[in-house]
């Protein structure tokens, strides 16, 4: 499943909902979860489409409400883009997760442990190499590096 564009689309769609929603990413996940197949499905066409209407479209669909969830305004260096969280979230989906799983996948990587510690933009996590992190997410814990 390595370069699924389908899965790094449905990714950065969930990055770019909490950012311009100030919400949790899991919280993301909770309000889109009965369109998340169909987005995974349907990822080649909403591509089609820029971004921020597919965005606003999911937004309004599916009654995102305003967060205050806010993991940007207090970094110290650079923000990675919605895509580059995007893709580091699809390739640790596709690194634990089996074709048939993936919209469960996306699911519980966001629910867990260590969605946050990605978010965590103050730290190196998030541009650590893909099977390390898939490792940390296997063994429940940052390993040492």
């Not at 969605?115 to 063994?139: G, M, T, V």
Request: charged share 25%; glycine share 2%.
């Amino acid at each position: 499943m390595k370069n699924n564009n389908n899965l790094f689309y449905v990714c950065s769609l969930i990055e770019y909902i909490a950012r311009k929603t100030t919400n949790h990413r899991y919280d993301v996940v909770k309000y889109m979860d009965n369109d998340l197949q169909r987005i995974y499905n349907y990822a080649d066409v909403f591509h089609c489409e820029p971004i921020e209407k597919v965005a606003d479209d999911f937004i309004q669909k599916d009654n995102v409400m305003a967060g205050s969830y806010d993991n940007l305004s207090n970094c110290r260096y650079s923000i990675p883009d919605y895509w580059d969280i995007g893709e580091v979230f699809a390739r640790l989906i596709e690194d634990c997760y089996e074709d048939t799983n993936v919209v469960n996948g996306i699911r519980e990587v966001y629910e867990s442990w260590l969605a946050e510690k990605i978010l965590n933009f103050n730290s190196d996590l998030y541009y650590q190499p893909r099977d390390y992190i898939a490792a940390c997410y296997k063994e429940g814990k940052v390993l040492s590096t």
